[in-house]
């Protein structure tokens, strides 16, 4: 009967041993438990920060290309969907990792994507600057040949027409020949000219047409004579063939006068092939 306080204080003393390790091992499991979790806190906060930076990154490569645009937006979305998965153990972790590496890889190859297609647009900038210019030195070069164009052509159209030179009115008194410069003492005005030599004109007949207004704008007409002028039927004066071979031709023209002189300076205006040729002024007291 005395063994069995022995064997209970034993048992006893065996019992709070095996709960005192048992304790110890608890805690102890619960420290390296509470350890571990706080690392893969650590590793999923470090992989989330990374995987922003990475989404960032995104972003700033985003370029006029509509094609990789979409592309980095499905990376996006994919950085998206990984950032909300509540990663509390190893595997999660390790699968966080695995798929960050992948996303790091599709970064890198999109760099190298986008540089090559930004270093082609800027190529095809360069080239488009320089066709740009060339089209606008073409342009400038055909607008200034046109110029010239239509320089030589005014030129050659003025170098075609008849000029007149020497023009000298003279009025006479009578059929002798006698001058005077009194208009009630005229009776006819005697016009001379000298036709310009001028070898770029063809050879040929013709027509010189002269208009001398009065004083007062009224032209000095013998009859109903109309020209045509710019276009328009003008009246004149007096006109006059002539064959003309490229050499200096001198000529008058004569109007005899039926009472339609008066007082004042008169101008007189040549005119052939469309063209005004000449012009002066004379005066009758």
């Not at 003025?158 to 059929?175: D, G, H, P, Q």
């Not at 001198?250 to 006068?257: E, G, K, R, T, V």
């Amino acid at each position: 009967m005395k063994k069995k306080p022995v064997f209970l204080i034993v048992v006893v003393i065996a019992l709070v041993c095996a709960v005192g390790y048992l304790g110890y091992t608890y805690l102890d499991l619960r420290k390296q438990s509470a350890i571990e979790k706080e690392e893969l806190t650590r590793q999923r906060e470090k992989l989330e920060t990374e995987l922003r930076v990475i989404y960032v990154e995104y972003d700033s490569l985003k370029s006029d290309n509509d094609t990789m645009n979409l592309k980095l937006q499905a990376e996006q979305d994919r950085i998206e969907r990984l950032l909300k998965i509540n990663a509390n153990n190893v595997y999660k972790i390790r699968m966080y990792e695995k798929e960050l590496q992948t996303i790091r890889k599709v970064l890198r190859s999109y760099v190298v994507q986008i540089d090559s297609l930004n270093m082609a647009n800027q190529e095809l900038r360069a080239q488009n600057i320089e066709v740009r210019q060339q089209l606008h030195r073409s342009e400038t070069e055909k607008a200034e040949l046109s110029q010239a164009k239509e320089e030589l052509s005014s030129k050659v159209e003025m170098a075609s027409i008849l000029n007149a030179k020497n023009i000298v009115v003279t009025a006479l008194r009578n059929e002798k020949g006698r001058e005077t410069d009194r208009y009630d003492k005229t009776i006819r005005l005697r016009i001379c000219f000298t036709l310009r030599e001028n070898p770029i004109l063809e050879p040929g007949f013709r027509t010189v047409y002269m208009r001398i207004a009065r004083p007062d704008d009224v032209i000095l007409t013998s009859g109903v004579n109309f020209f045509d002028f710019e276009g328009q039927q003008i009246v004149y004066t007096a006109s006059r063939e002539v064959s003309y071979e490229n050499v200096d031709v001198d000529l008058c023209l004569y109007w005899q006068n039926d009472g339609q002189l008066i007082p004042g300076t008169y101008s007189l205006t040549l005119y052939a092939g469309g063209h005004m040729i000449g012009s002066t002024t004379f005066a009758l007291k």
